[in-house]
């Protein structure tokens, strides 16, 4: 069965430090996508970053970037220099069959 | 490009009430899908649409819950006989199928419909 693991409920970091969310998951398809969803309390869920996995070259959106290791089913997330609007929920999401396959998510919280 | 929007954003019922959500994807996208998510959990799939076509239903969508896309517009979700169970936010996503393969493409999100049934 796909699944997705976030081990960390919770993570604080010092505004404008460094913070690494991680996140596993379980398939045996060769060819898929990965995504990380932030969604700020009482806010829609937007897109943050997508990886696809027959790319070996990690993914980078201005602040954030993942470290993929396929072999590992492994994606974690690095937000670098932690801003105040960074603060949300993080999911880690894998493109099943038809639905996207989700992790229980990371609460991030960033300390002025 | 507006985004998915979703109506009503809140919805507060009795218990045996039925309730009706409306999601209006973005334009050219021909896939929608709806989930549901309860507080400090990932979202769920409840069903998905290409086009008018209801393609996939979720084990959790009981006979109480039916959605529909007439002419692969927007789509609606109807609970009947709301129970306190289905208290949680309902979200709905859409993305545009490229090519003749499978789900790669970005799902993006309303804001989501968020019922409590009292």
């Known amino acids: 069965a796909q699944t997705v693991t976030q081990s960390q409920p919770e993570m604080s970091v010092q505004e404008a430090e460094t913070v690494t969310l991680s996140c596993t998951y379980d398939?045996?398809?060769?060819?898929?996508?990965l995504f990380w969803y932030k969604q700020p309390p009482s806010r829609q869920m937007i897109l943050v970053i997508r990886?696809?996995?027959?790319k070996q070259q990690n993914a980078t959106e201005n602040r954030f970037s993942v470290n993929f290791q396929k072999a590992a089913k492994s994606f974690s997330l690095k937000i670098s220099d932690s801003q105040l609007g960074d603060a949300a929920m993080y999911f880690c999401?894998?493109?099943?069959?038809?639905?996207?396959?989700w992790g229980a998510g990371t609460k991030l919280i960033i300390k002025p | 490009d507006t985004g998915v929007s979703q109506n009503p954003r809140h919805k507060i019922t009795k218990r045996g009430q039925n309730v009706t959500f409306r999601c209006d994807p973005i334009?050219?996208?021909?896939?929608l899908y709806w989930y549901r998510q309860t507080l400090g959990q990932g979202p769920e799939f409840l069903t998905y649409?290409?086009?008018?076509?209801?393609?996939?239903k979720s084990r959790l969508l009981s006979d109480r819950f039916s959605a529909e896309r007439p002419k692969g517009s927007f789509s609606t979700l109807e609970i009947q006989r709301t129970e306190q169970g289905d208290s949680a936010m309902y979200l709905c996503?859409?993305?545009?199928?490229?090519?003749?393969?499978?789900?790669?493409?970005?799902?993006?999100f309303g804001p989501g419909t968020r019922l409590l049934v009292l």
């Open positions: 996503a859409s993305s545009q199928k490229t090519g003749t393969g499978g789900y790669q493409e970005t799902q993006y």
């Open positions: 334009s050219e996208h021909n896939r």
């Open positions: 649409f290409q086009n008018e076509a209801q393609l996939e």
């Open positions: 398939t045996s398809e060769s060819d898929y996508y």
């Open positions: 990886q696809e996995a027959y």
């Open positions: 999401a894998y493109n099943g069959v038809y639905q996207l396959i």
